[in-house]
Antibody, heavy 123, light 109 residues
């Protein structure tokens, strides 16, 4: 079955960096686009970034453009989110999610989700 | 940015009854809409995509409808595990700027 396991969260001060990882299994990793979605404590869901199956096409929500970078290592079946210049408002549980489409086309919805990793940005 | 608005924020219903949740888009999203269920302390899970297609393993008592700017999620024969939070999400714009509604919480009356 599809499994997505996030790691790398923690408590960091504003202005610093953190890298999240998402280890995937149970599906053909190189065939699917992947996303990061976040949820601030007690709040709703916010899409963060999307990466194509081959890593060539990347899309971000406006609030993280220039600060966050999504990437993948298809040899390790792992998705990453490099987060720089972190802000208090980036505090959230970060989920990785498998796109609902396939290599032929994006679905742009979130078919499977990991359990999330908590990032707390605080001084 | 396409703004998604769900109504109401909270809905109180009794087990066994049926309920309809609403989701409105600030501009047309065609049928590019998904619904998710989120249980406390868990990640969301996909219920419906393309406005009306149930995801694998989702029971038939969950159904989605609508197109353009108005969408609904109907749940019949409510069971105890259904009293959680539901989100809609649109995926119609390019480049992708995927947005969610604020969520509707189902409470037991």
């Amino acid at each position: 079955q599809v499994q997505l396991v996030e790691s790398g969260g923690g408590v960091v001060p504003p202005g610093t960096s953190l890298r999240l990882s998402c280890a995937a299994s149970g599906f053909s990793f190189t065939t699917y686009a992947l996303h990061w979605v976040r949820q601030a404590p007690g709040k709703g869901l916010e899409w963060v970034a999307l990466l194509s199956y081959d890593g060539t096409n990347k899309y971000y929500t406006d609030s993280v453009k220039g600060r966050f970078t999504i990437s993948r290592d298809n040899s390790r079946n792992t998705l990453y989110l490099q987060m720089n210049t972190l802000r208090v408002e980036d505090t959230a549980v970060y989920y990785c999610a498998k796109d609902g489409g396939s290599a032929a086309y994006y679905g742009y919805y979130f078919h499977y989700w990991g359990q999330g990793t908590l990032v707390t940005v605080s001084s | 940015e396409i703004v998604m608005t769900q109504s109401p924020d909270t809905l109180s219903v009794s087990p066994g009854e049926s309920v309809t949740l609403s989701c409105r888009a600030s501009q047309s999203v065609s049928s590019n809409l998904a619904w998710y269920q989120q249980k406390p302390g868990q990640a969301p899970s996909l219920l419906i995509y393309d406005a009306s297609t149930r995801a694998t393993g989702i029971p038939a008592r969950f159904s989605g409808s609508g197109s353009g700017t108005e969408f609904t999620l109907t749940i019949t024969s409510l069971q105890s595990e259904d009293f959680v939070v539901y989100y809609c999400q649109q995926y119609n714009n390019w480049p992708p700027m995927l947005t969610f509604g604020q969520g509707t919480k189902l409470d037991i009356k």
